[in-house]
């Protein structure tokens, strides 16, 4: 089946610092992408739609400069925390769409912890 | 933005009770979906639903799509240990199915 492989399943970083997370399709190719992050005891909440090739789309309040995406590859989308506040922890989730129906595949999540 | 209103937000129930949680909308969606997550682990896909009315089983999972295309239930019977963990449902929120919008979530107890 579909494999979205995430890494690094957790980090711990300084404030201030900048964090990369990589979302690959292992077995498929995926022109879009999704990252999610989800807080404590909260549901998952989607921040951007990452595009091969183009820009990505950012939710409303979700600052593209802070979050920067990148998805150069049909297999690879990075989402890199630009420094890093301690609000900033939380766990996210990437996932991709396997076509051509809605089996939308999740990654097995980053938790990030900024001290 | 659209909202998904998931019930119960928690249940703590008996090993081998049968469970059922629910969510609504004022939205119609077209398609349904459904995932359980366990801690520290990102979502798993149970049942996707993509007709109204549309009645389907996953082994001991068994999810309706609703009539009205406003809502949609999941069912799990004879619960066991490893039910245990976060429920979410998702509507697909466009036509092309590009994004999804989650439930708050329903977190499942299961007491041996």
């Known amino acids: 089946g579909a494999v979205v492989s995430q890494h690094p399943s957790w980090v711990i970083c300084k404030s201030g610092t900048s964090v990369k997370i990589e979302c690959r399709s292992l077995?498929?190719?995926?022109?879009?992408m999704f990252w999610y992050r989800q807080f404590p005891k909260q549901s998952l909440m989607l921040m951007a739609t990452?595009?091969?090739?183009?820009?990505?789309?950012?939710e409303q309040g979700v600052e593209k400069d802070k979050f920067l995406i990148n998805h150069a590859s049909l297999t690879l989308s990075t989402l890199t925390v630009t420094s890093a506040h301690p609000e900033d922890s939380s766990f996210y989730i990437c996932?991709?769409?396997?076509?051509?129906?809605?089996?939308?595949?999740f990654g097995s999540g980053t938790r990030l912890t900024v001290v | 933005g659209q909202q998904l209103n998931q019930s119960p937000q928690s249940m703590f129930i008996q090993e081998g009770e049968d469970v059922s949680m629910n969510c609504t909308s004022s939205?119609?969606?077209?398609?349904w979906l459904w995932y359980k997550q366990d801690p520290g682990e990102g979502p798993v896909l149970l049942i996707a639903?993509?007709?109204?009315?549309e009645l389907t089983s996953n082994g001991r999972l068994t999810a309706q799509f609703g009539i009205t295309r406003k809502d949609s239930f999941l069912n799990i019977s004879a619960s066991i240990p490893s039910d245990v963990g976060i429920y979410f449902c998702?509507?697909?929120?466009?036509?092309?199915?590009?994004?999804?919008?989650f439930g708050g979530g329903t977190r499942l107890m299961v007491k041996p």
């Open positions: 990452s595009n091969e090739g183009s820009k990505a789309t950012y």
């Open positions: 077995d498929f190719q995926a022109t879009t």
């Open positions: 996932s991709a769409r396997v076509a051509p129906n809605y089996g939308y595949t």
């Open positions: 939205s119609i969606f077209n398609t």
């Open positions: 998702a509507v697909a929120r466009n036509n092309a199915g590009n994004m999804l919008t």
């Open positions: 639903l993509y007709k109204a009315g």
